[in-house]
């Protein structure tokens, strides 16, 4: 009994040991991560640091984990199991099928980075004596497995670093997974057919006496391997798609449906393994071959990937460490210096050439295509990993190993100094390039991001969607947002739903959310040529919705914000009347941040149940009227208010108020900075004159105003003869026509003639559209901004 309760506790007193030193490691490395965080080195870099450095210590190896009789295999044992789930996730976020269509440029120059670095490595590597033998069959597959991309490390960096929405960062990042997948399926097919633990001899049955089990020839391996894919192609699909369909969005995934899934990915996964085949290797074609699509594969992808980026990562390096001792290093050879150098400068060469070269082909300007290059350099946990199992089965020194890792991460460290440049050139280029509607290239599809707060606005959506279309070529995206308060109720129903998303199961929000999307996707089908829906969430409290907001515009590219009044009917409840308060801080705070032009839409009837079909009518026309007094605001009205001409069941109206001349002799002499925003005006409404009103399209009235005054009086006039008003939220030129409308402003947010036309002394029935136009800053913050510099 004595020597059971010895062991129990010796037990928990290693198992506490081993939970209070993981803490620790992950301490460490969080706390390295914040002080190298100034110069942007990303998280990868302080993890391999702590865990080089505590696998080096003679402390770590020896005293607290008993690393030298047990702890290291039992390491070994989970960095195994962790590489498997990193390889099944890596393949389950890869589409074989892209590898049968015409090749994107993504593909093309990935293409030509692997292969002029596979030459050029095929050539030095002989030179340099990587392996222990330097056979050619090793200098291959040595050159294949440099040639390719870590993808996953580089989506993590380029993230962290707030360029993985540029332009040039998804290019980089879809060029590094056509590299990552065709580097994968070779070395697949290259295991199958050689053995590299016996010097890459071609794979032949044999009994290995240091071995437990037996080597089958490539025959019996190929066919094992073959029968894993065609099953997982055949069954895959079916499994997957009824547990999505027995666990639609919405719902909490069932325990049962979970446990099969994964004992199904299992199963499938020890099929090709029972005959010698690398279980690494194995998850990676299980992955790649299950269907990507689908909720089951989102939530297994997303879950993975938090394990692996929190808990593994750092344990990972300390495994490194522990085996890759830096004593060994031969510090004062030439050779290994040389290996190490030759290992970092051979790779960027090559992918260098392969950039530029593809680059010229497709117009790319040569700063771009060097830039792409050091990015599509950079080597994985993978590599890693490859180089240490390369070592133990005595493929390489170890002191080539300790140098291709340092070469590694040498591949790292200069990517924040990329990612400067990158947002550098982007600070030049912005400027330029405003999202505003005035501004809009029309031979490219608009993006609007159309924000709701419940199912009332709906029809409101809809009809903004069809009078925003235009000529429905190249048409529009419209992201349908549901703006939904974090409560307490619902952020205990909150669950991850996807690899960027959180989904919310509350069922009030389930059902309403629902009845959006049934409601749009009904119109969609009916009436939706040239528009593109796609569905979004914004889940955050009032205090910080509007950051949600915003950066779905940012990753969108929207160009307009369309977000509701905050103001109701007056028959809403006291939690009405709550949300109301709410919704107009987080409209002010849009106002203040977006980085688009934003509309604010006073719904007074524009979504009745029966304007629809008056929209979509000859014999049933909707009035509509664009107040232009001048300005960058009352210009992307203008702008807006040229898409609604298109629309056959609208008749416009462009009402110009211009301040008499002898009023403007009595006003002192404008400034430079008026004068040219009113040389903006006239050539901005010039240019929609000759397109819309002269072909007889639009209709055109003038007033000739003197002061605020009769500027009222004549907004006044116009009740009840528009359904709809359109007009810019301020910065005019004319400031004498709107000049203290401001002082009784109820509603500042929509400007002085927003204000006026929503007011409750205004009619009741006339919806207002009120628009700012978005005014690009001058510098990047290098955020998450979706910019282009290609």
């Known amino acids: 009994m004595a020597s059971d309760d010895t062991n129990c506790n010796d037990a928990i007193s290693h198992v506490a040991t081993s939970v209070i030193c993981f803490i620790t490691l992950l301490g460490l490395c969080h706390g390295l991560h914040i002080l190298l965080k100034p110069i942007s080195q990303p998280r990868i870099i302080s993890e391999t640091i ?39 996730t890596l393949g389950l976020e890869m589409d074989p099928l892209v590898l049968f269509r015409i090749p994107k440029r993504e593909a093309i120059v990935a293409y030509s980075g692997m292969f002029f670095t596979f030459i050029l490595t095929s050539c030095t590597a002989p030179f340099l004596h990587y392996g222990v033998n330097g056979r050619v069959k090793f200098n291959l597959a040595f050159s294949i497995i440099l040639s390719s991309t870590g993808s996953p490390l580089l989506t993590r960096v380029l993230t962290d670093l707030k360029i993985g929405k540029s332009d040039i960062g998804k290019f980089a990042i879809s060029a590094a997974v056509y590299s990552e997948l065709v580097t994968m399926l070779i070395i697949c097919i290259g295991y199958v057919i050689f053995q590299p633990e016996y010097g890459f001899e071609v794979r032949r049955r044999r009994s290995d006496e240091h071995e437990y089990y037996k080597v089958h020839g490539a025959i019996p391996l190929g066919v094992a391997l073959l029968v894993q894919v065609v099953i997982t192609l055949v069954a895959g699909p079916i499994i997957l798609s009824w547990v999505n369909a027995a666990n639609p969005h919405g719902k909490t995934f069932k325990g049962s449906h979970l446990v099969l899934s994964v004992a199904f990915a299992v199963c499938i996964g020890c099929i090709s393994p029972l005959m010698g085949f690398s279980p690494v290797l194995s998850a990676f074609v299980t992955g790649v071959f299950l269907p990507r699509e689908g909720r089951i594969s989102q939530f297994i992808v997303n879950k993975v990937n938090h394990f692996l980026a929190f808990v593994f990562y750092p344990y990972f390096f300390v495994w490194v460490g522990l085996e890759a001792q830096f004593n060994q290093f031969e510090i004062r050879t030439l050779g290994s210096w040389a290996r190490l150098f030759g290992f970092f400068a051979v790779g960027t060469v090559g992918k260098i050439i392969g950039a530029l070269s593809s680059g010229f082909f497709f117009d790319f300007h040569w700063p771009e295509s060097i830039m792409l290059a050091l990015l599509l350099n950079v080597k994985g946990h993978l590599h890693i990993y490859l180089t240490i199992i390369a070592m133990k089965n005595n493929i390489i020194t170890s002191s080539t190993c300790i140098s291709m890792i340092l070469a590694m991460l040498l591949k790292i460290v200069y990517i924040p100094m990329v990612a400067k440049y990158i947002i550098k050139r982007a600070r030049k280029r912005l400027p330029n390039e405003p999202l505003a509607l005035q501004w809009h290239n029309p031979a490219k599809e608009l993006r609007i991001l159309l924000c709701l707060h419940g199912p009332k606005n709906v029809s409101s959506a809809i009809n903004l969607m069809e009078i925003s279309k235009g000529t429905g070529d190249p048409g529009i995206v419209v992201y349908a947002t549901d703006t939904i308060e ?41 009436r939706g040529h040239g528009i593109t829906l796609q569905r979004a969430m914004a889940l955050a409290t009032y205090n910080t919705m509007h950051q949600e907001i915003c950066h779905l515009a940012e990753d969108s590219l929207i160009t307009l914000i369309i977000l509701p009044f905050h103001n109701g009917s007056p028959a809403d409840d006291d939690t009405t009347n709550n949300a109301r308060t709410g919704f107009r801080f987080v409209n002010r705070k849009v106002l203040r941040n977006a980085p688009c032009s934003i509309a604010i839409m006073v719904d007074r009837g524009f979504g009745g149940i029966t304007q629809l079909s008056k929209l979509s009518s000859r014999s049933s026309t909707l009035n509509v009227v664009v107040i232009f007094i001048g300005g960058k605001d009352d210009r992307e009205a203008l702008a807006y208010a040229g898409r609604v001409a298109y629309h056959r069941g609208v008749k416009l109206t462009v009402m110009r108020f211009l301040v008499d001349t002898e009023a403007e002799n009595s006003v002192s002499r404008k400034t430079t900075q008026q004068e040219e925003e009113m040389k903006l005006d006239d050539e901005c409404f010039a240019k929609f004159y000759e397109t819309y009103v002269a072909g007889g399209n639009v209709s055109y009235l003038e007033k000739h105003l003197v002061n605020s005054a009769q500027a009222y009086t004549t907004l006044r006039s116009l009740e009840g003869q528009y359904g709809l008003f359109i007009v810019g939220r301020g910065g005019r030129v004319n400031s004498m026509l709107t000049m203290g409308m401001n002082d009784w402003e109820q509603c500042p947010e929509l400007g002085p003639l927003g204000d006026i036309l929503s007011g409750p002394n205004f009619s009741t029935t006339a919806s207002v559209l009120i628009i700012q136009q978005h005014t690009p800053k001058a510098e990047l913050g290098g955020g998450d901004n979706e910019f282009s510099i290609m």
């Open 486 to 526: 974090l409560t307490d109720q619902i952020a205990s129903t909150v669950v991850p739903g996807g690899i960027d998303n959180e989904e919310v199961t509350d069922k009030s929000v389930v059902e309403f959310r629902e009845q959006i999307t049934n409601a749009l996707q009904e119109y969609i089908e009916e």
């Open 50 to 88: 702590v865990g080089l450095f505590l696998g080096n210590l003679p402390l770590v190896r020896s005293g607290i984990l008993h690393i030298e009789s047990y702890g290291l295999q039992n390491m070994k044992f989970l960095t195994d199991f962790g590489m498997t789930l990193y390889m099944f």
